[in-house]
């Protein structure tokens, strides 16, 4: 109370250059704000909407549907594949969450708590005397602007930590706020080893920034404490690296991966050869300059459309001229970022593929290298002018940066709303017949068919694209002969054959595709390699009249739904022996 009694007589004692502070602050706020609105209408359903979720949920999310009641798909050999892959705090928050709001709206909460951690690394610079309002409002517009970020964060997949975790690591070097970098590299290493991987890069070689200045004993006090870290992280991450990780075997060597299909152009993978680096690299930075989504001001919009090239390669000329001409303080921790990611990616494919997917690294790290030269170039700007003219004008120019980019760029709302694609409404009769089914049901159906039932129906499946992941030796083994005896029992030509690999896997019910069993049979069967060279080898000489499944007996159908059958194994097995 007595705090607001004297705002008044505060208010009253400002003098000129504080009102222009203040101005400067509420222009820059009106701003910002007024995007964000534009920026949250936009992408409103897939914030809040649990029925819209991206497709990579049917590979990381499904197997969290064990902690509702009655823990569904925790005896699931696939879910329990797919669960090898995430980190244990990953883990917790869906433990925490999925028993209150179930799995569909828990990745709602769990991206929140992403988006949450980009707005908090800007909260530190808003509060760092180092950077301020400008810096601290900018940084958050850049980061949630941005598509590339919107895509990994969101839907709450473990990938969605890569962006938060290199952003908190750049406001604490930004901010000079060392627990917090260190902070970030510890939160990675309990959820997403990649990020971990590319913030101890970054915070190795901003260890050694200035490297003849500092003297012998800063420079060993930094080493000491970056070692220290690096042994912290690595203590965290064991146990779901070197335990989670036992049953499904060791990755795939390049020798190895280069003779498995799966890994090739035509494969599930698609990540060999490896790309030109310059060029993907120059991709992901320039990246940061592309159009995103619908602008208030469609005439500036439509210049940038026109001249989007020369725009965006003037606009990354100016953020590196700019600390060389002294009118902004040297990037060093953007030039860090950048040093870590090619650092990571020369490693991801000199060791592939002991660091997962070497594009992790240049996608996340490069997109990161390009948001924060323009957050430094215009929320650090002028270092040497004093500060009552200094954070107006920084205010005004971060104003000014985020009208100018919402207005030629876009809001950052993309259409199809970021990858979320899956929609339970689409198919919604099905999920619910589904899901009256007992929890120990498993489909055998063709792989490109029913990836979604796991995810919408929490009942097991045979596997599908999502889940047939190559990357681990043993596992990827124990999916192609899963696959391969799908494949099998879809085109066979003996009913006998149909109800033996359905007991070998314990199938209750089959979801038949009649789409699948036309004169084409042959090519809707193809996928990806090298199931596409299987179904082919398989159907060689196979006259579609002798397909047992084309025909399927009704009083084995259970349910109809458009093109698809779900057949009970029990029925059809009594319809067949009758």
């Given at each position: 109370?007595?705090?607001?009694?004297?705002?008044?007589?505060?208010?009253?004692s400002?003098g000129?250059?504080?009102?222009?502070?203040?101005?400067?602050?509420?222009?820059?706020?009106?701003v910002?704000?007024?995007?964000?609105r534009?920026?949250?209408?936009g992408?409103?359903?897939?914030?809040?909407?649990?029925f819209?979720?991206?497709?990579?949920?049917?590979?990381?999310?499904?197997p969290?549907?064990?902690?509702?009641?009655?823990?569904?798909?925790?005896d699931?050999?696939?879910?329990?594949?797919?669960?090898e892959?995430?980190?244990?705090a990953?883990?917790?928050?869906?433990?925490?969450t999925?028993?209150?709001?179930?799995?569909?709206?828990?990745?709602?909460?769990?991206?929140?708590?992403?988006?949450?951690i980009?707005?908090?690394?800007?909260?530190?610079?808003?509060?760092?005397?180092?950077?301020?309002?400008?810096?601290?409002?900018?940084?958050i517009?850049?980061?949630?602007?941005?598509?590339?970020?919107?895509d990994?964060?969101?839907?709450?997949?473990?990938?969605?930590?890569?962006?938060?975790l290199?952003?908190?690591?750049?406001?604490?070097?930004?901010?000079?706020?060392?627990?917090?970098?260190?902070?970030a590299?510890?939160?990675?290493a309990?959820?997403?080893?990649?990020?971990?991987a590319?913030?101890?890069?970054?915070?190795?070689?901003?260890?050694?920034?200035?490297?003849?200045r500092?003297?012998?004993?800063?420079?060993?006090?930094?080493?000491?404490?970056y070692?220290?870290?690096?042994?912290?992280?690595?203590?965290?991450?064991a146990?779901?690296?070197?335990i989670?990780?036992?049953?499904?075997?060791?990755?795939?060597?390049?020798?190895q991966?280069?003779?498995?299909?799966?890994f090739?152009?035509?494969?599930?993978?698609?990540?060999?050869?490896f790309?030109?680096?310059?060029e993907?690299?120059?991709?992901?930075?320039?990246?940061?300059?592309d159009?995103k989504?619908?602008?208030?001001?469609?005439?500036?919009q439509?210049?940038?459309?026109?001249?989007?090239?020369?725009?965006?390669?003037?606009a990354?000329?100016?953020?590196?001229?700019?600390?060389l001409?002294?009118?902004?303080?040297?990037?060093?921790?953007?030039?860090?970022?950048l040093?870590?990611?090619l650092?990571?990616y020369?490693?991801?494919?000199?060791?592939?593929?002991?660091?997962y997917s070497?594009?992790?690294?240049?996608?996340i790290?490069?997109?990161?290298?390009?948001?924060?030269?323009?957050?430094?170039?215009?929320?650090?700007?002028a270092?040497?002018?004093?500060?009552?003219?200094r954070?107006?004008?920084?205010?005004?120019?971060?104003?000014?940066?985020?009208?100018l980019?919402?207005a030629?760029?876009?809001?950052?709302?993309?259409?199809?709303?970021?990858?979320?694609d899956?929609?339970?409404?689409?198919?919604?009769?099905l999920?619910?017949?589904?899901?009256?089914?007992?929890?120990?049901?498993?489909?055998?159906?063709?792989?490109?068919?029913?990836?979604?039932?796991?995810?919408?129906?929490?009942?097991?499946?045979?596997?599908?694209?999502?889940?047939?992941?190559p990357?681990?030796?043993?596992?990827?083994?124990?999916?192609?002969?899963?696959?391969?005896?799908?494949?099998?029992?879809?085109?066979?030509?003996?009913?006998?054959?149909?109800?033996?690999?359905?007991?070998?896997?314990?199938?209750?019910?089959?979801?038949?595709?009649?789409?699948?069993?036309?004169?084409?049979?042959?090519a809707?069967?193809?996928?990806?390699?090298?199931?596409?060279?299987?179904?082919?080898?398989?159907?060689?000489g196979?006259r579609?009249?002798d397909?047992?499944?084309?025909?399927?007996?009704?009083?084995?159908?259970?349910?109809?739904?458009?093109?698809?059958?779900?057949?009970?194994v029990?029925?059809?097995?009594k319809?067949?022996q009758?």
């Open positions: 109370m007595a705090r607001a009694r004297r705002l008044p007589e505060q208010v009253r400002l000129p250059y504080e009102w222009v502070n203040v101005a400067s602050a509420v222009v820059l706020l009106g910002a704000m007024a995007w964000f534009s920026w949250y209408g992408n409103e359903p897939i914030l809040e909407d649990p819209l979720q991206p497709d990579d949920a049917r590979t990381a999310i499904f969290f549907h064990r902690y509702s009641a009655g823990a569904p798909l925790a699931d050999p696939i879910a329990n594949e797919m669960l892959y995430q980190p244990y990953y883990r917790l928050l869906f433990r925490v999925v028993p209150f709001v179930g799995l569909l709206m828990a990745t709602k909460y769990v991206q929140a708590l992403l988006i949450l980009v707005v908090a690394a800007g909260v530190i610079l808003i509060q760092s005397r180092r950077a301020g309002l400008a810096a601290g409002v900018l940084f517009f850049a980061f949630l602007h941005d598509t590339a970020v919107q990994r964060i969101c839907g709450g997949l473990p990938r969605g930590f890569g962006f938060p290199l952003a908190l690591w750049f406001a604490g070097a930004v901010g000079g706020r060392p627990w917090v970098r260190r902070g590299a510890l939160l990675g309990l959820t997403y080893p990649s990020g971990l590319l913030v101890l890069g970054a915070e190795g070689a901003y260890a050694v920034r200035g490297l003849t500092p003297g012998v004993a800063t420079l060993l006090r930094r080493l000491k404490h070692g220290l870290l690096v042994v912290a992280c690595i203590a965290l991450l146990p779901a690296v070197f989670g990780m036992s049953n499904g075997g060791p990755i795939h060597t390049l020798e991966a280069e003779q498995e299909p799966a090739g152009k035509t494969g599930r993978l698609r990540i060999l050869p790309p030109d680096p310059a993907e690299f120059g991709k992901a930075f320039m990246g940061a300059f159009v989504g619908p602008s208030p001001w469609r005439a500036a439509k210049f940038v459309e026109t001249h989007q090239a020369e725009l965006a390669i003037a990354a000329a100016l953020l590196v001229a700019l600390p001409l002294r009118v902004t303080p040297l990037p060093l921790p953007a030039t860090a970022c040093i870590s990611s650092a990571l020369a490693i991801a494919r000199g060791f592939a593929f002991r660091l070497p594009e992790r690294y240049y996608m790290g490069m997109r990161t290298v390009a948001l924060g030269l323009i957050v430094a170039g215009v929320g650090l700007a270092p040497r002018l004093s500060e009552k003219f954070q107006p004008l920084r205010n005004l120019l971060a104003a000014l940066t985020i009208f980019v919402w030629g760029l876009g809001n950052g709302v993309r259409i199809p709303q970021m990858g979320h899956i929609d339970y409404r689409r198919d919604q009769p999920w619910e017949f589904i899901q009256t089914l007992p929890l120990d049901t498993r489909f055998l159906c063709h792989i490109g068919d029913c990836d979604s039932i796991p995810l919408f129906t929490a009942r097991a499946n045979m596997g599908g694209f999502e889940t047939l992941q990357w681990l030796t043993e596992s990827w083994a124990r999916q192609k002969e899963r696959t391969h005896d799908t494949f099998r029992a879809m085109y066979a030509e003996d009913r006998e054959e149909v109800l033996a690999l359905a007991k070998k896997y314990s199938v209750t019910h089959l979801l038949v595709n009649k789409s699948r069993y036309g004169e084409d049979f042959v809707k069967a193809r996928t990806f390699e090298p199931f596409t060279a299987f179904s082919r080898e398989l159907l060689e196979v579609r009249e397909l047992v499944l084309r025909v399927v007996p009704e009083e084995a159908v259970v349910f109809r739904y458009r093109g698809y059958l779900i057949v009970s029990a029925l059809l097995e319809a067949w009758g």
